[in-house]
């Protein structure tokens, strides 16, 4: 009787935010810790490549809990997944605060990524089924833009974080908050439209995938997002452990990063309007491999000015800005009504390339920028690669 007291009902635009707040606690797991990555060999032991990993398992761990959700959320009410899916991400990010090793904190790290991936796979049946027509297809949007939008703020937010407290901040912020948007939906969850057989068309990941134009839209978005989150994942390493520099740095490069791409992404749609959404996404993506081939060839001459790297940088920002918002909205469109499924599809191959990227690129971090930003462009032009191969629809 009490607990159904607690029950409350709330309008769309909350629950929106409250869905898309649970949304940036999984993205922001792996970011909101990237600048305490530095300090935890010192603290726990270990390696630079092995505190590389700590990036790299939640990363994985995302992938599987993605994919894992989406089988999951077809077969049982989404509305409790995403509450044990808040509850046991509270649980692993305060675990992993109090982690005795390094080895143990990146097991810590892969059940955290798989547990806090549940948002990003519930929030596009959630969304369709709190708005219509238009209303929709532009919360799709919207919350595509917060989700492209949380890596670039979360690592500035950490670093404030790490100077107020220890590497374990970061953790214990993330626990805290989950705990909080846990109950929230408790408390709201007469609200949240339990059961999306009836608001979704479900496919199986094999149909999705077998659909060129999906493959299009999603493979393009995930490899241009982790062509920028390989180079974010390595930054604050190579600029204080390599370079000498502070974690000042990384926040200059990432303030100017964030500053570009809010403005990029606010006249994505209406460029897109203006000019069609192909050739705002053709011409996203190749600004972004031009930009990071330019900072390629700047530091594999010995070059390591900020003040080269950061303007540069803040175009490959820009470039994704330009692109990210439409290509994520395309690539749900592309999933024909199963959008649970769709998004954990791009989102996995967001992370799932990003985790190869940094792993790759970690043992070599010591060598300077060019691993990052090799990695990087490798990934940029795959992206492109993917709008030459698979159709337009």
């Known amino acids: 009787m009490v607990f159904g007291a607690m029950i409350r009902s709330a309008s769309p635009a909350f629950m929106f935010s409250l869905i898309a707040f649970g949304t940036i606690l999984g993205i ?29 398992a939640y990363a994985a761990g995302t992938l599987v809990g993605l994919l894992t959700f989406g089988e999951l959320g077809a077969r049982y009410s989404p509305r409790r997944l995403l509450i044990w899916s808040l509850t046991l991400f509270a649980f692993t990010s305060i675990l992993a605060a109090f982690a005795p090793t390094l080895e143990w904190l990146v097991a810590f790290r892969f059940a955290q990524g798989a547990f806090g991936s549940g948002p990003a796979v519930f929030a596009p049946g959630f ?17 595509g833009s917060i989700e492209s939008l ?3 703020l979360a690592p500035v937010a950490g670093a404030l974080l790490l100077g107020m407290g220890g590497w374990e901040t970061s953790f214990l912020v993330l626990g805290a908050f989950a705990i909080f948007c846990a109950i929230a939906c408790v408390v709201y969850s007469r609200s949240l439209p339990d059961r999306t057989v009836a608001l979704e068309t479900h496919r199986s990941y094999l149909s999705i995938l077998r659909d060129g134009v999906f493959l299009r839209h999603a493979l393009s978005q995930a490899f241009s997002l982790a062509a920028i989150l390989i180079f974010v994942f390595g930054a604050p390493v190579v600029m204080t452990e390599i370079m000498g520099g502070g974690i000042e740095d990384f ?20 460029l897109a309007s203006k000019f069609g959404i192909e050739r705002m996404i053709y011409l996203g993506t190749g600004v972004l491999l031009t930009a990071f081939l330019l900072i390629l060839a700047y ?36 999933s024909k009504g199963d959008h649970s499924r769709g998004a954990a599809l791009v989102v996995a191959g967001i992370l799932g390339f990003t985790a190869t990227g940094t792993a790759i690129a970690a043992p070599f971090l010591d060598l300077g920028w060019w691993p990052l930003a090799l990695a990087s462009c490798l990934s940029a032009a795959l992206a492109s690669l993917c709008l030459a191969v698979f159709p337009e629809g």
Do not use: Y
Request: glycine share 14%; proline share 7%; with cysteine.
């Open 28 to 56: 922001a797991g792996t970011d909101l810790v990237l600048p305490a990555v530095p300090e935890m060999p010192h603290e726990l032991g270990g390696t630079p490549a092995l505190a590389q990993m700590v990036l790299a």
């Open 127 to 143: 969304i369709q089924g709190l708005f219509t027509g238009d209303k929709a297809v532009g919360m799709f949007g919207r919350l």
């Open 150 to 152: 949380t890596p670039a």
């Open 251 to 270: 926040i200059l490069l990432q303030i100017c990063g964030i500053a570009i791409f809010i403005l990029a992404s606010n006249l994505s749609s209406t």
């Open 299 to 334: 530091v594999q001459f010995g070059g390591s000015s900020l003040a080269v790297i950061v303007p540069i940088w803040a175009i490959t920002n820009g470039a994704f800005g330009l692109r990210g918002p439409i290509g994520f909205h395309q690539a749900i469109v592309a």
